[in-house]
């Protein structure tokens, strides 16, 4: 919060009163100890999480569930110093052996809703509607298994304090325990969507992964606060409420209005909206939000006159206290028509409020909202994006606007919008690599014998026997975790070109620009939302032999090598495998480097113009699909996190300190560079 908002003397007092009343409730619930999850079905539109003030999200509850402590308040010798409302110092619960969750099996089936999708409705690939032979596949009958066997397997199995702190670089950076989180979450979500797939069950895999996450306290942002949520920057996206729930940004698993709920009426405060489209906002101006309040337009209950309660209340007092609302927007999922993307668009204020008569004619409260200036861009960097994807001649500062030659489906611009640099040093673009020299094929090509597609579950599918028994990709495309090879389906195979198991080799999906960095060369940035297990793009160029190390400084910044990758990347699995027995990550002691090298100073893809990063947002990933020497497979990029459009795409080149064989020599003969990469865990070298 600003000075202005907090030299409202009313609003100060407001503040302590909270703090107050929040210390009071932090003793009792020390005294009575944590309540048990009491599962309800999400019909009921008020799922209820354990939270440390016992909040009910049903009735909210005159204690808030999460409590703003602000951080300008000094304390007195006699209070007790309050918790840092951002406080990711806190230890999660200890325990001597695994915490145990309640089986995915048992969770509740949800009726899905229209503003929130599960990976189904998810197609990153095809706009097209699914083929008539997919919709009439049906999957093999496997043998029936046990209940006991089922619950032992779909529960998780380690301690999560420490898997969590494999997953967090640094518990007192927030950016990089919130990226934690969501990367726990989404590894999670895929994998329980892919155990679902399996067994044809429920596919609301996001709220089973969020389900699990909160009942053992896997979350961070734990205390409401108004303003800018720690670790979360304006601009960042997400693909489930769920998602914004487990770090903090809004609170309402299902309501639009998020606020701090009071047993004084006049003290109730609005801390974060969400604007979805379910409500007849106007949200066309990316500095004005017209927004409309809740209730009284459900689909299950007549319709009525908005009341005065709740979070319109919060809103009309936030209104008069003029403090700081944080904005969520949706947009249209480019993927999905039928699905949204939410964006942190920053903080805003309430200028106004009025009633309106809604086109069902009953009485509904009107809000305007105006954004703080002097904010990073939110939802306009979007709709920017989108008019150059409609039109790439739009975009200012091109240089070229298909650097590709249109090799590449969707063009590729090069844009300088620094400096008068006019472009990379001439290399012939191609999408894929090229071998100098014949493959040992120590084994035949799999071939599996799908009438139609590769379908999950099915025993007789051989691709899935060799990517150990499941599908690598979930039906959307999205790579479900990092493994040592991914095989996919390959010429001999006879499924078809729709099945699932076919993406790499389908090529670049999205709209790339390479753009100059001034201090890093060029980089590559895409125009479009990457979801987490996206496919990026093949790194293309040309297989070199491993003996040949002559080379010089120049091809040196287009090569490729299989060196192990950075933590983040290893540690990429750690939702998925807290429903395993045992860990079979890969780890930098047990890593097996690859002997193959690429080459793409002549020949190569927007692969080439990747940078490094010690904090990097993507991951190679081997793939295999046309020949069998495993040796020298295709190497693929994956999205290891949601990324924003015009975020720069980089990897971990995956150099630590001196490669193997270089201890104690000069920089100069070990090859590294210095790194540039900005990021606070940065290793210098690279």
Known sequence: MDASALSNPRLQAMIENFSKRSMENSEDEAENGKRPLELKPLRSLAPKFPTVLGYDVETQSTNPLLVYATPCRSCSSTEKPQEDPASFSQPLPNSSVPIKATPISAAFPAARHKDEYSD?????????????????????????????????????????????????????????????????????????????????????????????????????????????????????????????????????????????????????????????????????????????????????????????????????????????????????????????????????????????????????????????PGQPDGISLWKMTEKWKANPATRESIILLDLSSKIEELPVCLVNDVDDENGPSHFNYVAGVKHLRPLR????????????????????????????????????????????????????????????????????????????????????????????????????????????MDIDAEEEKYTFRALCPGDKALSWNLGAELLEEKRTAVTYENFKQLPIIIRANNEGNVARFLNHSCSPNLLWQAVQHDHGDDSYPHIMFFAMKHIPPMTELTYDYGTRGSPPGFEGKLLKDCKLKSCLCGSKHCRGLF
């Open 120 to 372: 189904e409705d998810y197609k990153p690939f095809s706009k097209q509607k699914k083929p008539a032979s997919m919709k009439r596949a049906k999957r093999p009958k496997q043998a029936e298994k046990s209940n006991d066997a089922n619950v032992k397997r779909r529960s998780i199995r380690r301690n999560l304090d420490n898997e969590f702190n494999l997953c967090s670089s640094s518990s007192d950076n927030p950016k990089e325990s919130v990226e934690g989180i969501m990367m726990m979450f989404d590894s999670l979500r895929r994998r329980i969507l892919q155990l679902d797939e399996k067994e044809e069950a429920s596919k609301r895999a996001d709220l089973k992964a969020g389900t699990l996450m909160m009942k053992n306290n896997i979350r961070i942002n734990n205390h409401k606060m108004i303003g800018h949520v720690p670790g979360v920057e304006v601009g960042d996206i997400f693909f489930f409420r769920i998602e914004m729930c487990i770090v903090g940004l809004h609170a309402p698993a299902m309501g639009g209005i998020d606020y701090i709920s009071s047993k004084h009426k006049d003290e109730t405060l609005a801390v974060c909206v969400i604007s979805s489209g379910g409500y007849e906002n106007d949200d066309d101006d990316t500095d004005i939000l017209v927004y409309t309040g809740q209730g009284g337009n459900s689909r299950y209950k007549e319709k009525h006159d908005q009341k005065l309660e709740r979070g319109n209340l919060a809103l009309m007092n936030s209104k008069n206290m003029e403090n700081q609302i944080r904005v969520v927007r949706s947009a249209q999922d480019p993927f999905c028509n039928s699905s949204k993307i939410y964006v942190y668009d920053g903080l805003y204020r309430i200028e106004d409020s009025w009633t309106d008569t809604a086109k069902n004619g009953f009485n509904v409260f009107k809000y305007r909202l105006r954004r703080d």
């Open 441 to 548: 094929k120590t084994k035949p090509l799999q071939c599996c014998k799908c009438p139609s597609v590769c379908l999950p579950g099915d025993p007789n599918c051989s691709c899935a026997q060799q990517n150990g028994g499941d599908l690598p990709y979930s039906s959307s495309g999205l790579l479900v975790k990092h493994t040592s090879m991914v095989y996919e389906c390959s010429s001999n195979c006879q499924c078809s070109q729709n099945c699932r198991n076919r993406v790499t080799q389908k090529g670049i999906k999205l709209n790339f620009e390479v753009f100059w960095t001034e201090d890093r060369g060029w980089g590559l940035r895409s125009w479009d939302p990457i979801r987490a297990g996206t496919f990026i793009c093949e790194y293309a160029g040309e297989v070199i032999d491993e003996t040949k």
